[in-house]
């Protein structure tokens, strides 16, 4: 069975940083390109970074510049280096790997791992 499980999310001030990794399994190559997206409290779930087999990079303007999405293929993981953390950044964090070219139906999901940014 296809899954992702995260970690890596919690309590940090304001300016710091933050590393979330998802592991896959049974294989990374399972999915075509992955992803993490965020839901704040109140908020619809909307994307953070995405990585593509072929090491295309996609990442919402808000993040730009301060995150940074990377994988390593031989530890079946996915990485979202946080840096420059700010209260705005506060959300559930899911990974989500997508299995087949351009079909949302076809998206795995991880069960989330809390990011809480403070002043």
């Known amino acids: 069975q296809v899954q992702l499980v995260e970690s890596g999310g919690g309590l940090v001030q304001a300016g710091g940083s933050l590393r979330l990794s998802c592991v896959a399994s049974?294989?990374?190559?399972?999915?075509?390109?992955m992803g993490w997206y965020r839901q704040a409290p109140g908020k619809q779930r909307e994307l953070v970074a995405t990585?593509?087999?072929?090491?295309?990079?996609n990442y919402a303007d808000s993040v730009k510049g301060r995150f940074t999405i990377s994988r390593d293929n031989a530890k079946k993981t996915v990485f979202l280096q946080m840096n420059s953390l700010e209260l705005e950044d506060t959300a559930l964090y899911f990974c989500?790997?997508?299995?087949?070219?351009?079909?949302?139906?076809?998206?795995?999901w991880g069960q989330g791992t809390q990011v809480t940014v403070s002043s």
């Open positions: 049974p294989s990374i190559f399972s999915f075509v390109e």
């Open positions: 989500n790997g997508r299995r087949i070219v351009a079909n949302p139906n076809s998206d795995v």
């Open positions: 990585l593509t087999t072929g090491r295309t990079t």
